[in-house]
């Protein structure tokens, strides 16, 4: 089955401590996200990854951290340094090449920082 | 700065009714659309797109939108809906890149 997980689906942490969440994808997809969801403000993307080794900031990077080390995994790590970090988190990829494509969505990861 | 907007956050309908969900962006050039939907539970996944070509877009589980480039909107519309229609639903803007812009979304409950 091909396709995008996230794991934890659920995670609790204490404020001050950093967590790191999971995505991997096994579509062979170039392009890798990580989208917030709040509810009423839709999805904020928070970083994305056109190829390995290379990321780029979207619109609410402070407090998060990324890496890009293998084409299907694309970490995001939540630090003490991000003021709200409660929220649904979503991973997705898209292939690379061309703009005539969608992206495609993993189930998530609801993280509540206690 | 690049905006969807979604004109209404929650909708509720009855079964059988006509659903259209509006959406605006704020880009002068060239884009692509999407609507996505997310179910309860369930992933998000894509409802349809607009790349070029015909303007009217037809996607899964009898939606369609259409995009009307004066007027900066795509809206969503189904003839008679479901009770199994119940989601939220997303409009999302790219413009060029790899980036994607997303509306707030609006939450759709059928009653049955």
């Known amino acids: 089955d091909g396709g995008i997980t996230q794991s934890p689906k659920y995670l609790f942490r204490k404020e001050g401590q950093n967590v790191t969440l999971s995505c991997e994808q096994n579509?062979?997809?170039?392009?890798m996200y990580w989208y917030r969801q709040d509810p009423g403000q839709g999805l904020r993307l928070i970083y994305y990854?056109?190829?390995?080794?290379?990321?780029q900031k979207g619109d609410i990077a402070e407090g998060y951290s990324v890496s890009r080390e293998k084409k299907e995994s694309f970490p995001l790590t939540v630090t003490s340094a991000q003021k709200n970090p409660t929220a649904f988190y979503l991973c997705?990829?898209?292939?690379?090449?061309?703009?005539?494509?969608?992206?495609?969505f993993g189930p998530g990861t609801r993280l509540t920082v206690l | 700065a690049q905006s969807v907007s979604q004109h209404n956050h929650h909708v509720i309908l009855s079964e059988a009714a006509s659903l259209e969900l509006g959406c605006n962006y704020s880009?002068?050039?060239?884009?692509?659309l999407f609507w996505y939907v997310q179910y309860p539970g369930q992933h998000l996944q894509l409802l349809l797109k607009?790349?070029?070509?015909?303007?009217l877009v037809k996607g899964i589980k009898g939606f369609e939108a259409e995009f009307i480039k004066s007027k900066f909107s795509f809206n969503l519309r189904k003839p008679s809906v479901q009770w199994s229609d119940t989601a939220e639903y997303f409009c999302?803007?790219?413009?060029?890149?790899?980036?994607?812009?997303f509306g707030a979304g609006t939450r759709l409950f059928v009653k049955a």
């Open positions: 997705a990829s898209r292939p690379g090449g061309g703009s005539y494509n969608e992206q495609f």
């Open positions: 579509l062979n997809h170039d392009a």
């Open positions: 990854s056109q190829i390995v080794n290379d990321f």
């Open positions: 880009y002068g050039g060239t884009v692509n």
């Open positions: 607009y790349f070029s070509g015909d303007p």
């Open positions: 999302a803007v790219r413009t060029g890149g790899f980036k994607t812009i």
